[in-house]
């Protein structure tokens, strides 16, 4: 089992404002959990007190059952993949693969066949002799991804790992590590803040702000039920747009729509995500403000209750001066502009 367990975790620096503030997560045996936020919300924080680079100021981690706070990073039983891939630069690809192998007292017969092993399953087998300065970028992740693998570890904790490759790299990069986890079956546990790496990447997601986890769900669910404001723009591309409930009815421009059951506030934030704003049958006009191509698409951006929002449309959708929308309360998400909690959020078990 590789399971991983924080209770009330809490990391602040010289006593003052908390990185991380009350943290609780059970990690699953075997399970891809993907960590995301923006900058500065502690999710690599988090990875670094679950390796033991970091101390903790108060809380629990569990590994497998087994309290772990004052366990030396080397007999955590993890192996840590970094943003920097981390490679000593003086050794071969060989030797660094072989590195960890060689601390642990493990001889030189067992290591070679370990090391050719994941050579192979890698395509690193053509490489074994040269230094990271003679590798590309996508090389020198799968030597960093290499010698994480050759100790099997419990857990593998990986931190931005693919941030430094172009982007037809990264897709390629992605579908390897899935794969490398499926094969492995053992636990992932993985930071990012590009949201494609966590919606195509995790069995399920924990969305971080300020170091308070705001929702955890399988990638589904964090799409198409986001529990806040904060998730509902982290993730995809969401229209907010304010308005107020008069008489059991709310405006977008000139259009009144009648608010759902439940509703019982006056002050809303209306989303509809990008990809919905040609879905309905209730048809409002906008002023295109800019557009941008994106492979078969555009993005055209208009305001809508002097909010800045959002479509994506066919490249051969016709507007001029104005673009015709064409919205339903069915996409739409409400939320409560005060809190910026889902008002219909259920959470699904």
Do not use: W
């Not at 050719?116 to 992740?141: F, H, I, M, T, Y």
């Not at 994480?148 to 490759?165: C, G, H, Q, T, Y």
């Not at 037809?168 to 930071?191: A, C, D, P, W």
């Not at 809508?304 to 994506?312: E, P």
């Amino acid at each position: 089992m590789s399971k991983v367990e924080l209770k009330e975790l809490v990391k602040s620096y010289n006593g003052k404002q908390n990185i991380i503030n009350g943290i609780n997560l059970e990690i699953k045996d075997k399970e891809f959990i993907v960590l995301v936020g923006s900058s500065g919300c502690g999710k690599s924080t988090i990875l670094r007190l679950i390796s033991g680079l970091e101390d903790i100021t108060s809380g629990e981690i569990f590994i497998d059952d087994k309290k772990v706070n004052n366990v030396h990073p080397k007999d955590r039983d993890i192996a840590f993949v970094f943003q920097s891939y981390a490679l000593y630069p003086h050794m071969s690809v060989y030797e660094n693969i072989a590195f960890g192998l060689k601390m642990h007292k493990i001889d030189k017969k067992t290591i070679a066949t370990k090391v050719k092993e994941v050579a192979k399953a890698l395509n690193l087998e053509e490489l074994l002799d040269r230094k990271p300065k003679e590798l590309s970028g996508g090389q020198r992740q799968r030597v960093a991804l290499g010698r994480a693998i050759v100790r099997n570890p419990k857990v593998f904790l990986m931190d931005e790992p693919l941030s430094n490759l172009d982007a037809n790299l990264r897709v390629q990069m992605r579908s390897e590590i899935k794969q490398l986890h499926q094969r492995l079956g053992t636990t992932f546990i993985y930071v990012t803040h590009d949201q494609t790496e966590a919606l195509t990447m995790g069995d399920r997601i924990v969305v971080l702000d300020k170091g308070i986890i705001q929702q955890v769900a399988p990638p589904e669910e964090i799409y198409n039920n986001p529990k806040n404001l904060f998730v509902a723009g982290f993730i995809g591309q969401m229209n907010f747009i304010k308005t107020e409930v008069i008489e059991g009815k709310f405006k977008i421009e000139n259009e009144a729509f009648e608010i759902p059951n439940g509703i019982d506030i006056k002050d809303i934030t209306i989303g509809i995500r990008s990809e919905k704003m040609l879905n309905g049958s209730v048809v409002i006009k906008s002023k295109p403000l800019i557009s941008e191509m994106i492979g078969g698409e555009k993005i055209v951006y208009f305001n809508l209750n002097d909010s800045r929002c959002s479509a994506r449309i066919p490249l051969d959708y016709p507007y001029g001066e104005e673009i015709e929308l064409k919205i339903s309360v069915d996409d739409m998400y409400f939320f409560n502009s005060h809190t910026g909690e889902n008002i219909l959020y259920t959470e699904k078990r």
